[in-house]
């Protein structure tokens, strides 16, 4: 897949920092030592979470070179390690387990969250914190439009395994029982539908997700012809399914998760 484009990701970085603040404001720690930042993306929250605890030892991990190389340049000299590392495979290193995981807007690119979030769990320390948040807007427009567009084309034949694809992340329900069932000892989730009014004009809706929803699909179209073909496809479905707002701003509801689980202080016998 093609690299993440941090210009292109931080366009709405207003609407993407708000979900990862109110996550932050519902962790219920004083003085976490060991903290990782899974998918940190270019740091936004991992810089508020080294402002809220200067003295933590606070790791950011990430696939992408490009996304780091941005944290690392924005990080105003806060002591943050920047690791470059796959989700799927990390495991806590060798100086200990994390007190606080954190993941703003990253597990969602990772499938079989049935293994993933017991594993998580598992790797903090006794009394650890996992806080994550997750896009669920799967079955909206914004998302469900690609599938649309990608089931007409002549990428029909390059695209069907993404379109028959399960969605992402489950119901909070679902994640909350597994959680618990995996040992948690508290589980404070919640949804929220933020009511994002976009600058930009009829096509702001396609440029929020040019970076981040529509990437895969565009990864697996050979050409930047296709690649464009796609997109015009896809901005005239989404043309007259937000609703243009005065001033040439658009209104896109976007649902996330929120999961902030704790690992019993002491295992019980
Ligand atoms: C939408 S961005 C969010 C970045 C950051 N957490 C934030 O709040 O701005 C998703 C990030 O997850 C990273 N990512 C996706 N899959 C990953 C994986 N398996 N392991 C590590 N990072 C991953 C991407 O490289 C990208 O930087």
Excluded at 45 to 57: G, I, K, Q, S, Y
Aim: hydrophobic letters at 45%; glycine letters at 6%.
């Amino acid at each position: 897949m093609t690299d993440w484009t941090p210009d292109t990701y931080l366009t709405f970085a207003d609407h993407r920092l708000r979900p990862a603040l109110d996550l932050l404001a519902r962790i219920p720690m004083d003085a976490p030592r060991r903290i990782v930042d899974l998918g940190c993306g270019t740091g936004a929250l991992t810089r508020h979470l080294a402002a809220r605890w200067p003295n933590a030892e606070i790791t950011g991990l990430d696939t992408s070179a490009e996304m780091l190389s941005r944290a690392q340049a924005e990080d105003g000299g806060k002591t943050i390690t920047w690791v470059q590392g796959d989700i799927a495979t990390w495991t806590p290193d060798d100086q200990g387990s994390p007190d606080l995981i954190t993941s703003n807007a990253a597990l969602h690119w990772l499938d079989g969250h049935d293994v993933l979030f017991p594993r998580l769990l598992d790797a903090l320390a006794p009394g650890g914190v996992l806080a994550v948040q997750m896009p669920r807007n799967h079955d909206r427009p914004s998302h469900a439009l690609i599938r649309a567009v990608a089931k007409e084309g002549p990428w029909e034949p390059l695209l069907a395994a993404l379109v028959a694809a399960p969605p992402p992340v489950d119901p909070p329900e679902v994640t909350v029982r597994r959680l618990l069932a995996a040992g948690a000892a508290t589980v404070d989730a919640w949804e929220t539908d933020y009511q994002q009014i976009l600058a930009g004009g009829p096509d702001a809706v396609a440029a929020f997700t040019d970076s981040t929803a529509l990437r895969p699909w565009l990864a697996r179209l050979p050409d930047a012809t296709m690649r464009d073909a796609f997109r015009a496809a896809y901005r005239g479905r989404l043309a007259t399914a937000y609703e243009s707002l005065p001033n040439g701003r658009v209104l896109f509801p976007f649902r996330r998760q929120f999961l902030v689980a704790t690992r019993p202080h002491a295992e019980s016998p």
